[in-house]
């Protein structure tokens, strides 16, 4: 007898509905997009930041694509419910950290970006392909989970 699987949800089942639909138009009035790609940006942020809090140590950096860091700006810009947003799951809080280092070497989208769609799937919220296409990256959660290392840039605060 196989194990039973369940089925992946929407990041935005995070958030209560208004805040959600808050956020979205964010995305869209700051970045010129259209509502419905608005709105998959911003599940995609809650998702990778879901992911990103509950990440096991050890597990590698991960890190919003150029597209759904979007997102994570401008969920950063409402305080209150980004920190609401974790310790109403109890979870850490992701911290934001840019990867501009000069001296550190960063790993390559190549690696990051699938390690990350893995623990957003793992963590069972769906995935928007679309959204997570990129060849560089410029921010994460943090190098390997371990609070004292040198912090990338998903991981904003």
């Known amino acids: 007898m196989s194990a039973p699987t369940m089925e992946a949800v929407k990041a935005e089942t995070l958030v209560e509905p208004a805040f959600f639909e808050r956020l979205s138009r ?4 700051v970045h010129g997009l259209g509502i419905g790609e608005a709105r998959a940006i911003a599940d995609q942020t809650l998702a990778y930041l879901a992911a990103a809090a509950q990440k096991k140590p050890g597990t590698g950096a991960l890190s919003p694509s150029p597209t759904v860091d979007q997102g994570v700006h401008c969920f950063l810009e409402y305080t209150e ?15 934001h950290h840019p990867w501009d280092e000069q001296s550190k070497t960063y790993e390559s989208a190549g690696v990051v970006i ?12 769906k995935v928007v392909p679309a959204l997570w296409v990129t060849s560089h990256l ?4 943090d190098s390997d989970g371990k609070p004292s290392d040198p912090p990338p840039c ?4």
């Open 81 to 95: 419910p980004y920190d609401a947003f974790f310790a109403s799951h109890g979870w850490p809080k992701v911290h």
């Open 138 to 141: 410029d921010c994460s959660d």
């Open 26 to 29: 964010r995305v869209a009035n």
């Open 154 to 157: 998903g991981d904003h605060g």
């Open 114 to 125: 699938p390690r990350t769609l893995k623990a957003i799937k793992d963590a069972g919220y």
